[in-house]
C-alpha cells in the first residue's frame, strides 16, 4: 500500500469539498441525500477517462501500515481502488470510504 503524499491528501480533501460545493450542499446539513453517485464524482474527478477497478490483497506488513495510519481496526484486506485512465496512461486513483454515522451510512 502506497501512502499517500501530504500533497495528494490535499487535493483529495478539496475534492470532496469540491462535490460538496457543486452539489450546492453544506455537508452538516446532508441528512442522507444523495448528490453524486459514484459514477458521477468519478466523471467529475476524472474527466473523459477509462477506469478500472482491481483487486488488491494487502500483506501483514501493508495491514499493519493501514491500521496504524487509519488509527482503527482494518476489517477487509482487499482494497478496490478506482485508477483513471486516459490514453494508456495512469492519471490518478480515488477511493470511496463507506462507514456508519449514527444509525446511517455515510461514503
Known amino acids: 500500500m502506497q501512502q499517500l503524499s501530504l500533497t495528494r491528501r490535499?487535493?483529495?480533501a478539496g475534492l470532496v469539498a469540491a462535490v460538496f460545493l457543486l452539489a450546492g450542499a453544506n455537508p452538516a446539513s446532508a441528512k442522507g441525500k444523495t448528490f453524486l453517485t459514484v459514477?458521477?464524482?468519478?466523471?467529475?474527478?476524472?474527466?473523459?477517462?477509462?477506469?478500472?477497478?482491481?483487486?488488491?490483497?494487502?500483506?501483514?506488513?501493508?495491514e499493519k501500515a493501514?491500521?496504524?495510519?487509519?488509527?482503527?481496526?482494518?476489517?477487509h484486506k482487499i482494497v478496490?481502488?478506482?485508477?483513471?485512465?486516459k490514453e494508456g496512461r495512469r492519471i490518478g486513483t480515488a477511493y470511496f470510504d463507506t462507514h456508519r454515522v449514527r444509525t446511517?451510512?455515510?461514503t
Open 80 to 85: 478496490r481502488p478506482y485508477h483513471a485512465y
Open 66 to 75: 493501514a491500521r496504524k495510519l487509519a488509527k482503527c481496526e482494518i476489517t
Open 39 to 62: 459514477e458521477e464524482a468519478l466523471a467529475l474527478a476524472f474527466p473523459e477517462c477509462r477506469i478500472e477497478r482491481p483487486n488488491i490483497y494487502l500483506t501483514k506488513k501493508q
Open 104 to 106: 446511517m451510512k455515510e
Open 10 to 12: 490535499s487535493f483529495l
